[in-house]
């Protein structure tokens, strides 16, 4: 799996987490938005990282 898709993963991983959170809280309770942003940031993060893959097909 490349960056790029581990990225895209962390992503829908943090909409699938968001969503499920909003969807199960009861009257009273917190959400915590620390974690889909977490989440939200490591993809951005591993989706603009280059591969060492990459790098070497580039250079030849």
Not at 31 to 53: C, Q, T, Y
């Amino acid at each position: 799996m490349t960056k790029k898709r581990a990225g895209m993963l962390m992503i829908l991983l943090a909409l699938l987490y968001t969503v499920v959170e909003l969807l199960t809280m009861e009257k009273g309770d917190f959400f915590n938005g620390f974690i889909p942003l977490g989440f939200i940031s490591v993809g951005i993060l591993w989706m603009r990282a280059r591969d060492k893959d990459e790098s070497i097909f580039k250079k030849k």
